[in-house]
């Protein structure tokens, strides 16, 4: 069977993120929303998640889930707004558990943050399964860009998240507390084993120098024969010194402060003081 997959493109943040339709039901599925943020206001916005919802009512269909295939340090997610207005059960990987501890460590959060993963409504490991309507997905753990990272391959699609870029743009960074491109490497891998056929939905594009346009939609034949950093039988030890040295040069994601303490709830804000504000910390010296 194949799965009708729509992308929303987000600018600010090069995020795309995905609504899965089985084709004979109305159930549908919600991979990595955005909550739209500006870090200079510290005002948040509903616009990008609102498109999502827009599309999910005007084609009459039932959100079954709104998942999450890492705790990403580059964007808000909008899981909760979306299940408030359009239902679904928040999902994600049971390394999120790996993630909150180190850093509710790193954010001081105290004994009041659970670090038990219990803010979402389901933990994926590697081989569950679940149901989009007739739709049946399965659970790759992929970790290596963070300890939690999933794969959700639904039916003939794969939604790799960080994992895999477009074969021209290569492979995720790992040099976030967990990371590891020797792990990334094996679980590039696991994803290449699929049948050359499957569709790849990548997480981000930022648009490969001498492309015009933006793209998130590629096979694991192309990845395989194309892919800039893993492909063409490239070696893991060629790989691990690559991606090391060029995580060496990379900066920070702009988000990275705001997105770890709000992913890390499920897309929540950290809770309101007894006036009702909400704040967000920010560590010196400490990522």
Known sequence: MTADVKGFFDDATNTISYVVKDPASKACAIIDSVLDFDYASGRTDTRSADAVAAYV?????????ILESHVHADHLSAAPYLQEKIGGKIGIGEQITVVQDTFGKVFNEGTEFMRDGSQFDQLFKEGDTFEIGELKGHVLHTPGH???????????????????????????????????????????QKILSLPEQTRIFVGHDYKAPGREDYAWESTVG????????????????????????????????????PSLQVNMRAGQMPAADAEGDVFLKVPVNKI
């Open 146 to 188: 963070t300890p939690a990272c999933l794969t959700y391959v639904i039916a003939d699609a794969a939604f790799v998240g960080d994992t895999l870029f477009m074969p021209d743009f290569g492979t995720a960074r790992c040099d976030f507390p967990g990371g590891s491109s020797a792990v990334l490497y094996d679980s590039v």
């Open 57 to 65: 009512r005007e084609e009459g269909l039932e959100v079954a889930w």
């Open 222 to 257: 192309e990845q395989k024969a194309r892919n800039i950093h893993v492909g063409a039988g490239r070696d893991k030890a060629e790989f691990v010194k690559m991606r090391d040295e060029r995580d060496a040069t990379l900066a920070m994601p702009k988000l990275i402060i």
